[in-house]
């Protein structure tokens, strides 16, 4: 009787585990995704994403994605990467040194993710809370041996893919060194530059904001829902029978970890937070787009530590004012979500997002 009953159990869990299986959306999903967005909270570790479940009321939007994997983030030239590295992995898919846009190691220009895309006819877009032109937004749309050529880098965004964009750092424009008025030059490529807020020009059909000549405000000087207007603004701009490539970036976290500043971190980290849940909402009432989110490094060895003995309160605390080399989380929904799991190399996620496209 008892072997019976064992033997019955097992071919219970078999037949679940099966079943299972046959659910699983790696062997079920090979539906391709019409559009892709692709977060970046710069400076997003664990324990900031931790953060968002502890000091933000309401339940996380990270919680809601059903794939999790884990990236290393090292640079070519150094263990632990920049923003700009990281950045030029995700759009390029190579390894190159800290401070490198969009080039090699041999400062080379890489073709980069947007520029691939948009060859397939899918519309292109770049929000952040920093300047466009800082080291994550300009991978995407640039190609300067140094990041801090902030000018050069300004240059190449009005003949560039883009289709939309949205963020700071007016005076790379039009108050330049060399006199050149960039103004203009968006002009004669079609598109409309607002310098003054975020609103809709229905007849633009490339659309630019630029809202600060250097930064834009941090949420705690009251930046505002800048980043889910903006956001959602470009999904409605962007959405087309072609599908669409957005890459939105929290720039800010990253700048509360060099502070060693945890209000200011935590602030950017919820704001990124909310965000989010409005681009996955969108993708899953859409069903055809896959969202990405992850991050570039961690910065500031943020932890979320016990006061003292109590481990029931919660210390935000750092141990440096700099990056750190800590693997960072990538969270997944939708067509092609199956490829992120894992842990491998940042960047595997410019190579997966290609396969995921059948490229
Ligand atoms: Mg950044
Ligand atoms: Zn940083």
């Known amino acids: 009787m008892k072997v019976i009953y064992l033997f019955l159990s097992v071919m219970f869990i078999i037949s679940c585990a099966e079943k299972e299986r046959t659910s699983d959306p790696i062997s079920s999903a090979h539906k391709k995704p019409k559009n892709i967005i692709l977060v970046e909270g710069d400076g997003t570790g664990l324990s900031q994403v931790s953060a968002a479940q502890f000091f933000k009321e309401g339940p996380s939007n990270y919680d809601r994605f059903p794939v999790v994997g884990l990236i290393k983030t090292s640079a070519s030239s150094d263990l632990i990467t920049d923003s700009a590295a990281s950045a030029t ?3 390029t898919g190579i390894k190159t040194y800290n401070g490198a846009i969009g080039v090699n190691p041999d400062t080379i220009h890489m073709p980069n993710i947007l520029e691939i895309v948009s060859k397939k006819g899918l519309r292109t877009g770049i929000i952040v809370t920093s300047t466009i032109t800082h080291a994550t937004p300009a991978c995407f749309y640039a190609h300067v041996k140094n990041r801090n050529h902030h000018e050069e880098i300004a ?3 009005p003949t560039s893919e883009v289709d939309f964009f949205a963020g700071a750092g007016l005076q790379y424009f039009n ?3 060399d006199g050149i008025n960039l103004l203009t030059t968006f002009q004669e490529n079609g598109f409309m530059i607002d310098t003054t807020s975020l609103k809709e020009h229905i007849d633009a059909q490339k ?3 630029l809202l600060a000549p250097e930064s834009m405000p941090s ?4 930046r505002g829902s800048f980043l889910q207007d903006a956001s959602k603004m470009a999904l409605k701009r962007l959405s087309n029978n072609e599908g669409f490539l957005l890459m939105v970036e929290g720039s800010q976290v990253d700048w509360g970890g060099h502070d060693n500043d945890a209000d200011y971190l935590i602030a950017e980290l919820i704001d990124l937070d909310n965000t989010i849940g409005a681009l996955l909402d ?13 991050a570039d490094h961690e910065t500031g060895g943020f932890t979320l530590a016990a006061k003292d003995g109590d481990y029931n309160t919660i210390v935000p605390s750092f141990s440096t004012k700099n990056h750190s080399a800590t693997m960072v989380p990538v969270f997944a929904y939708g067509p092609g ?5 894992g842990v491998y190399e940042n960047t595997e996620i410019f190579h997966k997002i290609l396969k995921t496209i059948g490229e």
């Open 282 to 294: 969108f993708a899953i009432a859409d069903g055809e787009t896959l969202v990405i989110i992850t």
């Open 155 to 157: 240059r190449f965004l």
């Open 175 to 177: 108050k330049r060194k």
């Open 337 to 341: 979500s199956e490829y992120f799991g």
């Open 219 to 222: 949420m705690l000087e009251g």
């Open 207 to 209: 659309l630019g904001f």
């Open 89 to 91: 992995a995700f759009a």
